[in-house]
């Protein structure tokens, strides 16, 4: 029977973010590794390699599938109530501890990390999507800065279809493939981990890379939000937190931050869970530091009124949320207050029309067969 790393290398197609070097040698530019890859050799995300002097990229399927409410990925500020079709390959260029889509990311790292790929098409994907209701495709679960070809492939089918696209990423891009991606993903998700170089090296990264993509990303025009997820003891200091959303508020106060609560996940079972109390501080650092739309995640209904997005001119509720679910919808049809007519940074709906599903679930389930079956060679 093929191993998994024999089924991926398959299912690859030649690279558009690469140049070639001396000796057979080449330079990815998919993420801020920007490996130097000897022929026969993978990169440090072990999913793209090295075979006679041409960089091959994964093509042709995906590692895993699931519709979920917008409010998931986390996008507050973007068509809140949407469906989001959200996709994944396999592999990763950090290696977080704590990852919460191990399964995924971690694929040739881990060998406990089994997630069989499924074969798929950009038409079958967003046939799919739009059965679905889905008015969003997200390509997540796995970093999907190292995929972005396959990614590139699925959106310009989805957005020929009138699907929003977006990415959630950790943002350790390159200058290289924000260009590439720019006309194809509408919104930009990243996972800002830390603000210390040492904890980025911890997991696998740098930390400038991601700061300078962060930068880019707003520069470019993508719609950015911005995800920490707190975990005690590793990136809840004071100083840490304010250093981070000074940051981002230097960038602009308009940008979304979340923070979020941590839950011991895969091999980061020593810290202990976020307690309420370490978001809202970390909440409150964040409005301190300028920043105008501060949310705290994964604790629903026991953050107080932090899950909620408010008129930060008057104060008044434009939109009520518990965890993923949208309870009210109070913006106009141009996206602002309909108290004083603040215009609220975002991507809106000329008219909100509800919401689809507050909960993830899975496309194979509801009575739908699975359209997509493993690969095996
Ligand atoms: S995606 Fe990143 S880790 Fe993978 S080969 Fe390219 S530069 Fe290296």
């Known amino acids: 029977m093929a191993t998994l790393q024999e089924i991926l290398s398959e299912n690859v197609r030649e690279s558009d973010l690469y140049e070639k070097l001396?000796?057979?040698?080449?330079?990815?530019?998919?993420?801020?590794?920007?490996?130097?890859?000897?022929?026969?050799?993978?990169?440090?995300?072990?999913v793209r390699f090295n075979?006679?002097?041409?960089?091959?990229?994964?093509?042709?399927?995906?590692?895993?599938?699931q519709c979920d409410p917008i409010e998931k990925k986390p996008f507050f500020h973007a068509y809140p109530g949407a469906l989001a079709y959200s996709?994944?390959?396999?592999?990763?260029?950090?290696?977080?501890?704590?990852?919460?889509?191990?399964v995924t990311s971690q694929a040739l790292r881990d060998p406990g990390a089994v997630s069989p790929p499924l074969g798929a098409t950009p038409q079958e994907l967003v046939e799919q999507a739009l059965d679905l209701?889905?008015?969003?495709?997200?390509?997540?679960?796995?970093?999907?800065?190292?995929?972005s070809e396959w990614a590139v492939a699925v959106f310009r089918e989805a957005k020929a279809a009138g699907l929003i696209t977006g990415y959630v990423s950790n943002g350790?891009?390159?200058p290289q493939v924000l260009e590439y991606l720019r006309p194809w993903v509408d919104l930009y998700k990243v996972d800002l981990k830390s603000f210390d170089d040492r904890h980025y090296r911890q997991l696998g990264g740098r930390l400038e890379p991601i700061l300078d993509s962060i930068r880019r990303l707003h520069a470019m025009g993508f719609w950015l939000e911005l995800v920490t997820l707190i975990i005690p003891g590793f990136n809840d200091s004071d100083e840490e937190l304010t250093r981070m959303a000074e940051f981002l508020a230097g960038i602009s106060p308009d940008i979304p931050w979340h923070v979020t609560a941590f839950h011991k996940d895969y091999k980061m079972t020593d810290?202990?869970?976020?307690?309420?109390?370490?978001?809202?501080?970390?909440?409150?650092?964040?409005?301190?530091?300028?920043?105008?739309f501060v949310y705290a995640g994964n604790l629903p209904g026991r953050t107080e009124d932090w899950e909620?997005?408010?008129?930060?001119?008057?104060?008044?509720?434009?939109?009520?949320?518990?965890?993923?679910?949208?309870?009210?919808?109070?913006?106009?049809?141009?996206?602002?207050?309909?108290?004083?007519?603040?215009?609220?940074?975002?991507?809106?709906?000329?008219?909100?029309?509800?919401?689809?599903?507050a909960m993830p679930f899975l496309p194979g389930r509801r009575g739908r067969p699975s359209r997509f079956s493993i690969l095996s060679s």
């Open 172 to 174: 350790n891009a390159t």
């Open 308 to 357: 909620n997005t408010q008129c930060p001119n008057c104060r008044t509720l434009l939109i009520e949320r518990c965890g993923f679910r949208v309870l009210r919808y109070n913006l106009t049809a141009t996206g602002a207050c309909p108290s004083c007519g603040h215009a609220i940074p975002g991507r809106w709906y000329p008219a909100y029309k509800g919401q689809l599903a």
């Open 51 to 65: 075979r006679g002097g041409t960089l091959y990229v994964p093509w042709g399927y995906v590692g895993g599938i």
């Open 22 to 46: 001396d000796r057979n040698r080449v330079r990815c530019f998919a993420c801020g590794h920007c490996c130097p890859i000897p022929d026969g050799q993978p990169g440090v995300c072990k």
């Open 133 to 147: 209701g889905a008015k969003v495709i997200v390509s997540t679960y796995n970093e999907p800065l190292i995929t």
């Open 271 to 292: 810290p202990d869970d976020t307690p309420p109390e370490t978001l809202l501080r970390a909440a409150r650092i964040g409005k301190r530091a300028g920043l105008r």
């Open 87 to 102: 996709f994944g390959m396999l592999g990763c260029d950090l290696h977080c501890a704590y990852c919460q889509n191990w």
